[in-house]
């Protein structure tokens, strides 16, 4: 009797996201690195935050291969409300750059075979200054689900931060209580570690599918590498946080965008599929070159970003303070990815034993290029010395097999 007492007692008690959703971290476009707050569709109609320039989007992915690959939603970010909640106090699209609404443009989405996302803020206000949900939680969670959106960001200006530990949860009672399911993205422990709150990892990742940690990604391989070196520094908290369900966000793809090479390109898809990070870019599908399409596509990348098992890899080893080696340990037959991370702005060579790098397996591994087609590079004996060079700003990424 006890026992039921306190089944039901702990089953009352539970407010765990139930959505069933990321079980692999997500993958699309996300309108905020690339556009901002771009409001102005007078003088820059195709840039501005507006329902032709979602749609567009959609359509780019549909037609030029991404969703193929994986790519599913498209977000929107701030800057798509209306300064003012309608008179019902639900939040409301700017109407003359949404004029057929969000519903509208939610319906279109899902026509394409695609998933949307949309933003809000806990506070008081956005970030930008557009209406908050705080005090209206649940009325936007119900607004949202009878739009159609499937994944939401929460971010956290404009509020007190030492409620979102009960605040946040709120929300994801409010989510489940739509009964659709909505990707749940969460902004709060990023707030934590601004205001030097303590973060707890394990209520995180009972209320959120996804979170930020850190600081917002801009266009820049010194953006990229501070993100990379607070996962690293952190990595003995953030991975055992990540399994399916719920993933660290590191911030979005720049992939495509202007101020990275090709080398950083490949570095930045690599490190987040290391990470089991989310994979949402933000970038100008209409307007890409061949080269970087083609690293957002690269399938050997992605496989190992989508591996089923879930784990987030972790930094194994430092060479000469330029280079960090990292092991991602995979379902199998794939068994583990291992990428080497040069931040130097040379070429750089190491020389490295598997065994150094922690790998144990005798008879050794059989090694593909992941940058290339997962071309076979060859049979690496674990206790044998190898040389790695390493691109300036560059990666290697390798799939590793167990060697019969
Ligand atoms: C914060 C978030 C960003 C973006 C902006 C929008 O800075 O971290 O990702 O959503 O707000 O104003």
Redesign the pocket.
């Known amino acids: 009797m006890l026992a039921i007492t306190l089944l039901v007692l702990c089953a009352v008690g539970t407010q765990a996201l139930d959505n069933g959703l990321a079980r692999t971290p997500p993958m699309g476009w996300l309108i905020?690195e690339r556009f901002r707050?771009n409001t102005n569709c007078k003088l820059d109609p195709n840039n501005c935050v507006s329902e032709k320039l979602v749609k567009e989007m959609a359509d780019r992915m549909v037609e030029d291969g991404y969703k193929d690959v994986g790519y599913e939603y498209v977000n929107l970010?701030?800057c798509w409300s209306d300064k003012e909640r309608d008179a019902q106090g639900r939040l409301q699209a700017d109407p003359d750059r949404f004029p057929s609404g969000i519903k509208s443009l939610a319906d279109y989405i899902h026509s394409r075979g695609l998933k949307m996302g949309i933003?809000g803020d806990y506070g008081t206000k956005?970030?930008?200054g557009y209406p908050g949900s705080l005090g209206h939680l649940q009325t936007d969670a119900q607004t949202f689900a009878d739009w159609g959106i499937d994944m939401l960001?929460l971010?956290g200006?404009n509020s007190n931060v030492t409620t979102m530990k009960k605040g946040y949860p709120e929300m994801t009672k409010y989510l489940n209580a739509t009964g659709r399911p909505i990707l749940f993205s969460c902004?709060w422990p990023?707030y934590e570690r601004a205001a030097k709150i303590p973060i707890n990892y394990t209520l995180v990742a009972d209320n959120c599918n996804i979170w930020?940690n850190y600081d917002?990604i801009n266009d820049s391989w010194g953006s990229i590498t501070g993100i990379i070196d607070y996962y690293d520094k952190t990595q003995d908290t953030l991975v055992p946080a990540a399994g399916p369900g719920h993933f660290n966000d590191p911030?979005m793809i720049v992939v495509g965008d202007q101020g990275i090479n090709v080398n950083q390109a490949n570095a930045q898809m690599a490190m987040w599929s290391i990470f089991a990070a989310p994979l949402l870019m933000s970038n100008d599908l209409r307007n890409i070159q061949p080269v970087y399409r083609d690293i957002l596509q690269n399938k050997e990348v992605i496989r190992i970003n989508q591996d089923p098992a879930g784990k987030m890899g972790k930094r194994v080893l430092t060479y000469n303070s330029t280079v960090d080696i990292y092991v991602r340990t995979l379902a199998g037959p794939l068994e583990f990815a291992l990428m080497f991370l040069n931040t130097a702005a040379k070429p750089c060579t190491v020389t490295v034993s598997l065994r150094q790098l922690g790998f144990t397996y005798q008879p050794g591994f059989e090694f593909e290029d992941a940058f290339d087609n997962g071309r076979f590079v060859g049979v690496f004996n674990t206790d044998q010395m190898y040389n790695y060079t390493i691109k300036a700003t560059g990666a290697l990424l390798y799939n590793l097999y167990f060697s019969s």
């Open positions: 905020w707050c970010d701030d933003y956005t970030c930008a960001k971010d200006c902004s990023d930020r917002d911030d």
